[in-house]
């Protein structure tokens, strides 16, 4: 049994999942190149579809990541809230008036952006088969869908499971805590409203300090290590506490369009603007951006901390399985795994609003019966792919236009190209699902220069240098690099440092001394880690270093086209894509 999975909203995206897992996850942004795509996933779903087949014949389940039942005159519709079991949603009869006026209201506050709202696509689903009888649609609320995908991919079976969604914010909550029941059941033990969201204080420290929110606050835990508190007390301390699981704010946090805050800064998205983040800003006055960011991400890390602990106790389970954007801070994670001592956590690599797809099926398929208990998550590389004919074929274009110099490799030559210093992006089988990139569209470097982090930035990222790289590296190398457990093949979490990495691999460890590794092994992606072995062999190090495959406000790359845009427009210096190397000639 397949279900086609969409959510429409920031971070649009579509998932098709079985009772075996996720088997294809693709955020939008990556084919319509708008960065954090908001809006229906259309050229998603066509994709989708293309490669999984027609709804109701191959794909009987069709599921929205949101509480809204938006198609409410659709013959069979179950509605899966936040904190209940499923209820049929009555069907009513069709009602062209109530569409014309959600596209009205749509067009009054999306304004420029309102060609991409679900209202305009309905037609467009119905000629997809999207809305025929023989689909059965599904309503899972934000958080639940945030929780589904923590926990029925988490691995933990036989043994209930403490679940912790924390975001922003999302069909009325800002978290949510779950039991992960033994018959795989999700019981909703407890939530917090987004007036109380440590979500959005994070959002607002984000905006005060220069960045877009809900984009910019991995920059925000960077800028962090550079700070201190210089003997100071935290001036947010308290702002956010935690009771029994529930969030509680002192600052009852307000949203307000981005572009009409900031029409200096505007995005090509829809996206909200904490209003508190003006308040922020004015300490600025008395704080240097470092400080501020430090006191913040303290006070963030205490939070999640207590959110945590509670969440374990009232869910009587010491395995903790978690999703939503906030559990995207590394930093948070690790200290959740030192302090809070789980006897299992897994956070969803896809954990941002681009994994509510995914949550929302999984969470549909256990509902029909087909999810009998949790699998283990073991496959990132889950979008699209391009095999050689189109490849060759994308080369051949651009090669007509352009002076291309094209070989065809190995990892080893590859290789050789890093260890002389070669700045390279790599387009290699499928795409990878979530915000970072894990060796399939990644730019790779030497990590024994220091200086390389200076020259990926004036080439590729543009982005400020308090920004760090990660390291990718051998699962049988990752003792020498720190202490402690190396089962750490997605990015979510950072570790300490061990002296033999600040030594030898300078260019991934940040100014705080951690390191936030991608273990890398066969099973999980053999032509990556033959790129590992030959520049191991090369150099004696089993280390690369590897950022995504985007120039900075750009979505990472999700075609050969990109690829080689990125190359020509000199943002890369190579590009490994499929059997052949590519560069530029003089």
């Known amino acids: 049994m397949l279900a086609l999975g969409i959510h429409f909203g920031h971070d649009a995206s579509v998932s098709v999942c079985s009772p075996d897992g996720v088997l294809f996850s693709l955020q939008e942004e990556r084919l319509s190149r708008i960065k954090h795509h908001c809006g229906f996933p259309r050229l998603g779903v066509e994709m989708a579809l293309a490669r999984y087949g027609r709804p109701g014949q191959d794909i009987p389940i069709v599921a929205f990541s949101t509480s809204e039942v938006i198609l409410p005159e659709h013959r069979t519709a179950w509605l899966v809230p936040a904190d209940g079991e499923r209820t049929s949603v009555g069907s009513r009869a069709a009602d062209g008036q109530r569409l014309s006026k959600i596209r009205e209201k749509v067009h009054r506050t999306w304004n420029e952006f309102a060609s991409r709202h679900w209202c305009e696509h309905v037609d467009w689903m ?23 995908s923590a926990f029925r991919l988490c691995g933990v079976s036989g043994a209930p499971v403490t679940v912790l969604s924390c975001d922003g914010k999302g069909d009325g909550l800002s978290a949510a805590i779950y039991r992960g029941e033994r018959d795989s059941r999700l019981t909703y033990l407890c939530g917090s409203t987004p007036v109380h969201s440590v ?20 920059k925000t835990m960077g800028l962090a290590a550079c700070g201190a508190a ?20 002192r600052i009852p946090w307000k949203a307000a369009p981005y572009n009409d805050r900031h029409p200096d800064k505007r995005v090509d998205n829809p996206i909200g603007s904490v209003i508190q983040a003006d308040d922020f800003q004015r300490m600025l006055g008395s704080y240097s951006a470092e400080d501020l960011a430090h006191f913040a991400q303290a006070h963030f890390e205490e939070v999640m901390l207590a959110l945590a602990s509670d969440a374990m106790r009232l869910a009587g389970s010491r395995h903790l399985a978690a999703a939503g954007g906030v559990m ?16 299992s956590y897994f956070v969803y690599p896809d954990s941002a609003d681009s ?26 590389y889950l979008g699209n792919e391009f095999d ?17 110099i094209i070989e065809e490799v190995t990892p080893a030559d590859v290789a050789a190209k890093v260890e002389r210093g070669a700045i390279i992006g790599t387009f290699q089988g499928r795409l990878e699902c979530g915000p970072r990139a894990l060796g399939n569209r990644s730019v790779i470097a030497d990590p024994r220069r220091a200086d390389v982090k200076d020259r990926i930035n004036l080439l590729l990222k543009g982005r400020e240098p308090f920004v760090p790289f990660a390291p990718s590296l051998l699962e049988e190398d990752a003792h020498l690099y720190w202490d402690g457990p190396i089962d750490y093949p997605f990015m979510t979490f950072a ?12 260019a991934v460890v940040h100014v705080d001394g951690t ?52 190359l020509v427009n000199g943002w890369v210096e190579g590009v490994w894509m499929s059997r052949w190397f590519v560069s530029v000639g003089k």
């Open 230 to 249: 210089h003997g100071r007390p935290n001036p947010f301390a308290g702002i956010v506490s935690v009771a029994d699981g529930v969030l509680a704010s």
């Open 388 to 404: 050689d004919d189109a490849v060759r074929a994308a080369l051949e274009r651009w090669h007509s236009r352009e002076s291309l």
């Open 199 to 218: 979500g959005m204080f994070y959002q607002a420290i984000t905006e005060a300090l220069g960045f877009v929110p809900v984009d910019g606050e991995y």
């Open 328 to 343: 995207l801070n590394v930093k948070a994670n690790a200290l959740i795994r030192d302090q809070v001592q789980p006897a």
């Open 126 to 148: 119905n000629e997809a088969g999207l809305l025929c009888d023989d689909v059965t649609h599904y309503y899972v609320a934000h958080h639940r869908a945030h929780a589904a």
């Open 515 to 566: 390191l936030r590794p991608q273990v890398v092994n066969e099973q999980r992606n053999a032509t990556y880690t033959a790129l590992l072995r030959a520049f191991k062999q090369l150099t004696g190090v089993g280390v690369l270093l590897n950022t995504s495959f985007n120039r900075h406000g750009h979505a990472i790359v999700g075609s050969p086209d990109d690829a080689l845009q990125h």
């Open 495 to 506: 570790v300490r440092a061990s002296d033999y990495a600040k030594r030898t691999v300078p």
């Open 355 to 380: 994994g509510l797809a995914a949550g929302a099926a999984l969470e549909a398929l256990h509902h029909e019966g087909a999810i009998q208990s949790p699998v283990t998550f073991t496959n990132p």
